[in-house]
């Protein structure tokens, strides 16, 4: 094995030994982190991989929690069959987005995942009847079996963990090799026969599933979904997550995720101004350390080299 | 205005024709803020190649600091329209340090920095603004040669909303004269299509760039400025307009000036009529309206098609 697997395994260890330490304040912040986490690698199969810039990841989170808290609350479904809807719903809402999303590029590229992510904001915001509107859903219950902190946190772990896994082979794989090379010069691959598109577009949609099974999590974590989550400056929050852990390598955007909940559950605690806070770490991680804490622990050698 | 004569003909099919002509008024004076914010907006787009997100925190800074002004002229003849001047100002000396300390040393990071840079931005001005001024509601009231109604066809509309779609086009053609007849306009129109080849002519890149900056950060104050007596000034009014500008210049054509224009007109009217007819749908359609702009003339209706 190599040394970033024994890594890998060291830290999942510590993950699960967490409940051990029977504080319900490191369960609570290790279960967010984990969901986070999930939600910013998917991003970055877009963003890192592919090299398409999403501002409009937050639709397919949002779609995920809302999918599962319906069908359990307004279907009636059982919870395994609702969670399991989520990333498909995710998947094929990122189809339906992705497909017209990847006739652009660059600006217009983000402009147009943002104008998408929108629009589902407004119609979960605007359809009171279905999602509630404004005041979202409250009350969601622990599914049967997952019924305490602990439990759940077991569950979060175990579903992150293998999708990590799933993802982690995909990029390693000649799909993945495929991605990058796409991010590196579109042209260029679509010169040598490659359909740029649909490999695009397939990265669109797994981002999306993946996105919508952390969505799902944080439904039940949070035990209540409103709007918000589809809201534009969700995408813009987990966009900073990868950018902060590092977007070109596999795990960057967990460190990002885990170094900004950590961040913010601290600073709130002590101040309001918590978006000051990260705006001046944004800004100062742009300029002195572009490539994210793993990219600049990368440069120090202090780390092993990540896949990329 | 007040004389305009009636078209009795058109009146017979519509329900209520003052009804609906004072709500397309509204319409035209909401057109007209967003004109002057989007116009900055799309003048930086179009020379810095830079897509601001911190344009509607500008714009807030503006309401703020107008509101500060007024304070503090509390006695002074004309106190309003001195706090419009210096907060505009104000506004553009900000965003002149802003470009010159900071944004100045992302030009050659790639587009993804930049754009989380003025994000970042907004986090700061942002929470700034909320230390400064508090959270609370404030209000500038207007000007007293301002007060008022008038009545146009039984129905009473504010003066000082006729004084604002009077004065937009006004700016607009200001505007225009400076870009089109002027050598300042020249060399900025030049810069938008090649920035190299007007440094290599002898014009100091770096300083059209600020200056640019500046103007469009003083379109943006003004646009604050004037809209505090009519506006509440609050925390989240930047967020509020910046993704409307957005809309309107990803509609109109990025860059564009006329296009501008007109999609401030089309989201002015889209915004004062589907509030009216369809409560439900008019934000999903706003966003809709982007979505198929981005997908069919990526350049928007009046830009033009242009590799950058």
Redesign the interface.
Known sequence: MSKENWFILAIILFLALLPLSESRFYVFLGTDILIMALFAVSLNLL?GYTGL?C?GQAAYFGVGAYTCTLLMKKASLAFPIAFLAAPVFGAVAALMIGF?CI??T???F???T???S??VW??V???NSLTGGDNGIIGIPFPQHLDSPTRFYYFTLAVVVCSFGIMREAVNSPFGRMLTTIRENPERTAFIGINVKLFQLLAFMISGFFSAIAGALFAIFNHSIFPDLLF??QS?EV??MA?LGGMYSFFGPVVGAAVMLYMRMFITSYTQ?W??I???V??LL??FF?GGIVGFLQNQRWFSRGSR | MRSAPGVPGVQAFMPDPSFLLIQSLSGLTYAMFLFLIASGLSLIFGVLGILNFAHGSLYMLGAYLTYQFVSQFINAPGQFWWAVIFGSLSVAVIGGVIERLSLRRLYIREELNQLLFTYALVLIIGDFAKIIWGTGQLSVSRPAILKGAIQIFGQFFPIYNIFIILLGPCIALLFWVILNHTRWGRIIRAAALDREMIGSLGVNVNSLFTMVFIIGSWLAGLGGALVSPIAAIVPGMDVEIIINAFIVVVIGGLGSFWGTLLGSLILGQVISFGILIFPRLSMVFIYVLMAVVLILRPWGLLGKPLQR
Do not use: S
Request: glycine share 2%.
């Open positions: 963003l810039v501002f017209f006739q652009r660059k600006i217009y983000a402009m147009l943002l104008a998408f929108q629009i407004a119609i915001f605007k359809w534009w400056p813009a966009l900073i950018i101004y978006p000051l990260m705006g001046t944004l800004a742009l300029f572009p």
